[in-house]
């Protein structure tokens, strides 16, 4: 054995308590100085046959701890890189939108693109961590179905016809430009199809002869030049919330429903009916859909949850924080969230109709 692997091997025995064992089990693990806490965290999971979820206090908390875990588990730093460690654990992150709410501003797409990867892979994911602010567990998500019912597979000799996709690509969110830089872009030149879709870490570039698929390949968006090709692609939605007719069309039937005495001249509500997406439009994703869900609608089966103390609570910064895990089976609800299916926030009314939220 090597000096390193001795070394880890210590360090693996010194910070990997008992963790749960069955439904409903709670345990409390203490004297997890500096980054122990990850490190226990790291071990745990890797022996825990199913998703494993992280809630912290706040963003930086959040942050901090993915940066431990990533060096601890040897993945990349880079937040949009593949995070699969050798053994097949998986990293997942579902970052906070960094904006206040209705704010006119609309969260970075690359921190859209991380939520959307997120929310994609956790219900199929058998052997991962994801690691969530408390502020982010209390946002409403848009159903399950929604991002496993609106994803587009495109295969080298597959037939696509430009005019068509063009109109998928725009229902689902995504942005026209002249050339693809950031996510949520695509661009149109010809026989040639530049796209960069939500969740992908690279474009793709699509070269069509006639109305087939002749060749994948991927591309760096400075230099706008090709790298490998690649056999398949998978096109996630642009946004969390679809922008269809229909979808629009609800949005407006529904505003009216939450805000009976709102305007019809309200900038974000005209904005919508023609077909423009206004900045900060994500909190008021509810009126996009009947039911909104939980991110604990979209865990696997059985999921150990990990929360640190004084999660409702400022915590002392001088003392060392236990650690508290759980294990629980098809969760299926949010104790923290508001009691209306279609809460819009914790905010108390609306500035623009004064109207009273319950919760």
């Not at 796209?195 to 006639?210: C, E, K, N, S, V």
């Amino acid at each position: 054995m090597t000096q390193a692997a001795a070394h880890s091997d210590r360090h693996t025995a010194l910070v990997a308590p008992v963790a749960p064992v069955k439904a409903a089990d709670h345990r409390i693990w203490g004297q997890l100085h500096g980054s122990s806490d990850a490190l226990a965290i790291c071990e745990s999971a890797r022996a825990h046959q199913g998703l494993t979820l992280v809630i912290t206090r706040s963003t930086e908390e959040s942050i901090r701890l993915e940066q431990s875990m990533r060096f601890y588990l040897g993945l990349p730093t880079d937040e949009d890189q593949p995070a699969i460690t050798p053994d097949g654990l998986e990293l997942l992150s579902l970052p906070d939108w960094e904006t206040l709410p209705y704010d006119l501003f609309s969260p970075h797409q690359d921190i859209t693109s991380r939520r959307i990867r997120a929310l994609h892979r956790l219900p199929t994911t058998n052997h991962g961590v994801l690691v969530v602010p408390a502020r982010t567990l209390m946002h409403r998500l848009p159903p399950v179905s929604y991002l496993q019912g609106n994803t587009l597979l495109l295969e080298v000799g597959q037939s696509l016809d430009i005019d068509n996709w063009r109109m998928q690509l725009e229902s689902a969110g995504y942005r026209h430009a002249d050339n693809v830089y950031e996510h949520g872009e695509y661009a149109v030149r010809g026989a040639i199809l530049d796209i960069f879709p939500m969740g992908a870490t690279r474009p793709y570039r699509i070269d069509l002869f006639d109305d087939e698929i002749e060749t994948l390949r991927t591309f760096d968006p400075e230099t706008q030049r090709s790298i490998d090709r690649i056999e398949r692609i998978e096109l996630l939605p642009a946004n969390e919330f679809p922008w269809h007719k229909e979808a629009r069309s609800g949005f407006r039937n529904r505003w009216f429903e939450q805000f009976p005495h709102a305007d019809k001249d309200a900038p974000i509500y005209q904005d919508v009916t023609h077909s423009i997406t206004p900045p900060g439009i994500e909190y008021y994703l509810p009126l996009f859909f009947d039911q909104t869900a939980t991110l604990f609608d979209y865990l696997p089966g059985e999921t150990l949850v990990f929360t640190a103390s004084g999660l409702n609570e400022a915590a002392s910064a001088s003392t060392p924080t236990p650690v508290h895990a759980t294990r629980t089976v098809a969760t299926t609800g949010c104790v923290l969230s508001c009691r209306q299916q279609n809460c819009f926030s914790r905010r108390t009314s609306c500035s623009a109709c004064s109207r009273d939220f319950p919760g």
